[in-house]
């Protein structure tokens, strides 16, 4: 299964704002006659509790995987920024890294709709058989600050349960 993984913070506003965006395309992607990716939400900043994960996925109605970055996954794909996506093919390849699209260009500064829809392309053509292009865009959002190192052993247990095995 490809995953799609999100960093987020919670009190980011444009996590906040993105949330809506990326439940359109999780329902899209879990209502597909045979379901091929999975969208999980990982929280870098060791001090995030589980009840401000909850609480963030609860005023956001989010239903998708959301769980603390304990392993150390935004140090792995080399993710800067919340909200930051990887797409992570079934055998553990990142084949896009950057931002959900392009509807923040600036700090503070945002369209009224997104230009580009990087993340659900980079999708696309990861499903068609693709090479993924663009790989890598450029992420607006809130610096990641605070993380824990890549814990290798974690990661091992992560990918041989499945990340709903955390």
Known sequence: MW??????????PICQD???YLNALHEQ????????????????NPTVTDEAIAEFA?????????????VGWSEVVGARFTPEAALVSPDGEVVY???????YYALGK?????RSSDLALAVEQAL???????????VIGC?????????????SQVFAGGVRGL
Not at 29 to 44: C, D, I, K, T
């Open 3 to 12: 995953q799609v993984w999100v960093f987020l913070a919670p009190l980011c």
């Open 18 to 20: 993105y949330t809506y």
């Open 29 to 44: 992607w879990r209502a597909a006659e045979e379901p091929q990716v999975e969208l999980v939400g990982w929280f870098p």
């Open 58 to 70: 609860d005023c956001y109605a989010v239903e998708w995987e959301m769980a603390r970055d304990t």
């Open 97 to 103: 890294r950057g931002r959900v699209n392009d509807l």
């Open 110 to 114: 945002h369209r009224s709709t997104p």
């Open 128 to 138: 068609s058989g693709l090479t993924v292009e663009p790989a890598e865009t450029d």
């Open 143 to 155: 610096p990641i600050q605070n993380r824990l190192p890549f814990q290798d052993s974690l990661a």
